[in-house]
């Protein structure tokens, strides 16, 4: 018999296990499950406000901030469809444009019609914005699909390599 299977023996273990993962993440990193769950809630009600007659593809997100503001954006699409402005980005605007520059995270939820059946990652433009103000290791990207359903990213993850304000130093 391993360790691991003896570790579970019990259900208090077997709790503390799904403690961990649920807050550590895969790569053992520490975001609090409530506020994980705060954000997805956050992220779902904007959802409602996506302005998306061409597309039909609902996008919400919240973000927040280092000094624990949260800020919500939603995609906002355009009839000359180029000035369509993404959810992540509306976020950050919203955010800059008031002043606050420094992020811990971000959850993004997205589907057809506002029905979420996967995960609707950041598009490229929305890793290079993020790349501005975030620190690619620490910064996580949360995907979800449901309070029961998400995963969490670093920046990095998703954006190896990225080019950001460090290569111009
Ligand atoms: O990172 C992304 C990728 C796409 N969208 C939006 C833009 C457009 O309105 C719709 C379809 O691409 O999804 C976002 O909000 N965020
Ligand atoms: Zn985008």
Request: contains cysteine.
């Amino acid at each position: 018999m391993t360790t691991k299977t003896k570790a579970f023996e019990t259900k208090d273990a077997l709790d503390l296990y799904k403690k961990i993962i649920y807050t550590e993440g895969k790569a053992g990193r520490r975001m609090d499950k409530k506020q994980i769950e705060e954000m997805i809630d956050l992220a779902i009600k904007q959802l409602g406000y996506s302005y998306a007659p061409y597309s039909h593809f609902h996008v919400g997100a919240a973000l927040l901030a280092k000094n624990g503001t949260y800020y919500t954006g939603c995609n906002i699409e355009n009839a000359a469809y180029t000035p369509t402005n993404c959810a992540e980005r509306t976020a950050f605007f919203k955010a800059v444009s008031e002043g606050v520059k420094e992020f811990q995270a971000i959850c993004v939820v997205g589907g057809r019609d506002g029905v979420l059946t996967g995960y609707a990652a950041p598009c490229g433009v929305c890793r290079q914005v993020m790349m501005e103000f975030c620190d690619p290791e620490t910064f996580q990207i949360i995907l979800a699909v449901s309070k029961d359903k998400y995963d969490v990213f670093t920046l990095r993850e998703l954006f190896p390599l990225g080019f950001g304000p460090a290569d111009l130093a």
